[in-house]
């Protein structure tokens, strides 16, 4: 049974940067594509970020392009999540996820496992 556990979430101020680390376990990381969601009180869950098993990077979202940097490390069997020049609009439950299909990678029905998300807040 593959297994994610995400950490680095917090309270930071608006400017600040941010490492989300995502350990899998049951399973190898770069046998899945992998990816990062978040998900603010309210609305939907949103793509941020994935990695396909080749190590290509899907383009980021408009909204954190330029700021958030997502990357895999296959020694520590993990994905990791670098966000800097935090804004408030980036305060959510971040989720790690990995999937088996390389179609329609911006869709939460394209992953098969999930975390359980780590809080994200960031103050003005």
């Known amino acids: 049974q593959v297994q994610l556990v995400e950490s680095g979430g917090g309270l930071v101020q608006a400017g600040d940067s941010l490492r989300l680390s995502c350990v899998v376990s049951g399973g190898t990381v770069s046998s899945y594509v992998m990816a990062w969601f978040r998900q603010a009180p309210g609305k939907e869950r949103e793509f941020v970020a994935a990695m396909r098993r080749s190590g290509n990077i899907l383009s980021p979202i408009e909204s954190v392009k330029d700021r958030f940097t997502i990357s895999r490390d296959n020694a520590k069997n993990m994905v990791n999540l670098q966000m800097n020049s935090l804004k408030p609009e980036d305060t959510a439950t971040y989720y790690c996820?990995?999937?088996?299909?390389?179609?329609?990678?911006?869709?939460?029905?394209?992953?098969?496992?999930w975390g359980q998300g780590t809080q994200v807040t960031v103050s003005s």
């Open positions: 996820s990995a999937g088996l299909t390389d179609r329609e990678l911006q869709r939460v029905t394209a992953y098969k496992y």
